[in-house]
């Protein structure tokens, strides 16, 4: 099985939320080390090269990254899906003037 086989088969294991959850808890992990390695790394030149957080992953973490980032590629449209949320916006604001409209 291909990883874009594995990604699609966790996006419908887990679903979008938690595979964002995992996603975001696991950045969060990453982002302790680097607050607990800040101390030493302040006074070296090595400190612009180490400011990102993804260099405190593990190869695990960054292969599950990998994989998540990959499943919600293939499986979600981020384009469409902002699309729908505009529209749905508009559509309430223009309920919201019809019935202030009705209102006067």
């Known amino acids: 099985m291909n990883s874009e086989e594995k990604a ?4 419908n294991r ?13 950045h ?5 080390r680097k607050k607990a390695d800040i101390g030493h790394l302040v006074e070296t030149e090595e400190w612009a ?3 990102r ?3 405190y ?6 292969s599950i990254l990998h994989s998540i980032k990959l499943a919600l590629m293939l499986c979600t449209n981020p ?7 505009v529209l ?8 919201r003037r019809k019935a202030l409209a009705l209102a006067a």
């Open 8 to 11: 699609i088969q966790r996006f």
């Open 14 to 26: 887990f679903g979008r939320d938690t595979l964002e959850k995992i996603f975001n808890r696991i």
């Open 28 to 32: 969060l992990r990453a982002d302790d």
């Open 49 to 51: 090269a180490t400011c």
């Open 53 to 55: 957080s993804t260099r």
């Open 57 to 62: 992953l593990t190869e695990t973490e960054t």
């Open 79 to 85: 384009a469409e899906e902002a699309k729908q949320k």
């Open 88 to 95: 749905t916006r508009v559509q309430e604001r223009r309920e």
